[in-house]
Every structure is written in C-alpha cells, then in structure tokens.
C-alpha cells in the first residue's frame, strides 16, 4: 500500500523556538495532504489541508501565522510550528489523500511527537 | 461528514471474534464507511472500508446495515496486537472537495485480553 512518511518522529525543543515537521508520500503524489494533532487521550483533530501549490485551508480555531503549512511539491509538505509554546507539546499526524479507483484513499504517517520545554 | 457514535470500551478474549459497532445515522449517498485503527503513539492505520455492501480483506470484514445507518467491524481472530483504539469513519467520494478528509470520533478502545 501507499506508504506516507513524516520526520522527525519525535523533536523536543525550547519555548520559543520554531520547528519543522515533513510529511512525504513515498510511492505516490499527493496533491492533497492533511494535518492532524492529537492531544493525550483523545482523538485527532484535523488541523488543516494542504494543497499543493496553493495556501493550505485551515479550520476554524487554527491560527495560520503559528501553524505554517508548505506544501511545495507533489511529494512533500511541511508543517512549521512557529515561537513554539508547552502547550503545542502534541502528536502531530499528517496523511495523504491516493486518488485512485472510484474512491479516495488516505494514508497516515506514523506521526511526530513534539514536547516544548 | 457525518458523526459517528462508537462505545468508548470493548473486551475481547484473544482468539475469539471481536464485534465493534458504529452508528452513523446521518450518512448521506455519497458517502463510505471507513475504519481505522491507532496503535499507542503511532498514525492511524486503515483497515477497510465500504458503501453498502459486505467487505472483507485479510484484516477484517465490515458488515453495513441496509439502511447504511450502521455498521460492524469484525476482527475473526483477534490478538493481543489488536489492542487498540477503533475509529468509525464517514467521508465522501472521489471528487468532494473534501474527500480524503477525516473527521474522528472518540473511536473504541479495544483490550484483547489472554
């Protein structure tokens, strides 16, 4: 199956810093990539879809100046969490929309566990 | 998407048949059922998915009511690394400018147990 890929798998960093998260579709190009975040002990909530070549579309309460979405090419996307405070300390899921057959297909990446101190 | 309701909590004896239901009342047409499950700290892995009809793969098989207002995922065999939270899905086709796109419950955790 579609294999999608996201580094680093865990980060810690200093509040106030900035960091990058990549999400890669290994096997496929992915026009379409979306951004998770998954609080412990509950569900994911998405955060935003990024389209390629064109600005991501963020949901309702995601600030886009701190969450910037990059989504370059057909086979990456960025998630930069910016002046990175504790309470952004989450697990942030992308996955990737397969068009293919008559219905679309998405797959997860194994997610990235960012803790700011 | 619609919601969906699934119960927070399952046993399961290892070995046996697990049964997760999921309720999703307000499916329109154009819509699947998807299921997927979260392993502790890992991205969500998808299991199968349906329209109206039974499915079944090597993982489990889905069973959709007529009326596609519910739905049963059955693990035929389930082990211990079946342990893990069970997310119902329902999400448009191909073509919806939101396709691909997930909206997650609370999902079950499943416990198979020795």
């Known amino acids: 199956g579609a294999v999608v890929s996201q580094h680093p798998s865990w980060v810690i960093c200093k509040s106030g810093t900035s960091v990058k998260i990549e999400c890669r579709s290994l096997d496929f190009q992915a026009t379409t990539m979306f951004w998770y975040r998954q609080f412990p002990k509950q569900s994911l909530m998405l955060m935003a879809t990024s389209n390629e070549g064109s600005k991501a579309t963020y949901e309702q309460g995601v600030e886009k100046d701190k969450f910037l979405i990059n989504h370059a090419s057909l086979t990456l996307s960025t998630l930069t969490v910016t002046s990175a405070h504790p309470e952004d300390s989450s697990f942030y899921i992308c996955s990737a929309r397969v068009p293919q057959g008559t219905n679309t297909e998405a797959f997860f990446g194994q997610g990235t566990r960012l803790t700011v101190v | 998407d619609a919601k969906t309701t699934q119960p927070p909590s399952m046993d399961c004896a290892e070995g046996r048949a697990a049964n997760l239901p999921c309720n999703h009342s307000?499916?329109?047409?154009?819509?699947?059922v998807y299921w997927y499950r979260q392993i502790h700290s890992q991205g969500p892995q998808y299991i199968i998915h349906?329209?109206?009809n039974n499915e079944t793969n090597e993982m489990a098989s889905l069973i959709i009511t007529e009326d596609r207002k519910s739905s049963t995922l059955i693990l035929p065999h389930a082990t211990l690394r079946d342990t893990a939270v069970y997310y119902c899905i329902v999400r448009p086709l191909l073509g919806a400018a939101n396709a691909g796109k997930s909206t997650f419950g609370d999902g079950t955790t499943l416990t198979v147990k020795p």
């Open positions: 307000t499916i329109s047409g154009n819509e699947y």
């Open positions: 349906g329209l109206k």
